[in-house]
């Protein structure tokens, strides 16, 4: 826990955001986690300045990499339909 806690440090050094979204499935329990996840940050962080305001879940769990994956084929069928439509109306 220790690295993944230096890890979002990290990316708290470089990004500065109010909000840090933390996903996977560790995080199906994340009451516990995220509490001991933001105290290690604090500990470990350089400056409090760079700590984000909140350490969150995400709220799609595991199913986050199946909706991306499904919102991407669709966007791609879409781009194709268009196209498709549109050189049918060029012609």
Same mark, same amino acid.
């Given at each position: 826990?220790?690295?993944?806690?230096?890890?979002?440090?990290? #990316?708290?050094?470089? $990004?500065?955001?109010?909000? +840090?979204?933390?996903?996977? %499935?560790? @995080?199906?329990?994340?009451?516990?986690? !995220?509490?001991?996840?933001?105290?290690?940050?604090?500990?470990?962080?350089?400056?409090?300045?760079? #700590?984000?305001?909140? $350490?969150?879940?995400?709220? +799609?769990?595991?199913?986050? %990499?199946? @909706?991306?994956?499904?919102?991407?084929? !669709?966007?791609?069928?879409?781009?194709?339909?268009?196209?498709?439509?549109?050189?049918?109306?060029? #012609?």
């Amino acid at each position: 826990m220790g690295r993944l806690a230096k890890g979002l440090l990290t #990316l708290s050094y470089i $990004l500065n955001p109010e909000v +840090l979204i933390v996903g996977g %499935g560790i @995080l199906a329990r994340s009451e516990l986690i !995220l509490p001991r996840l933001e105290s290690l940050m604090k500990q470990q962080v350089v400056d409090p300045r760079f #700590l984000p305001r909140e $350490l969150v879940a995400a709220t +799609l769990g595991n199913e986050a %990499g199946r @909706l991306g994956a499904v919102r991407y084929f !669709l966007n791609q069928e879409n781009t194709l339909v268009e196209k498709d439509v549109f050189r049918k109306n060029m #012609l």
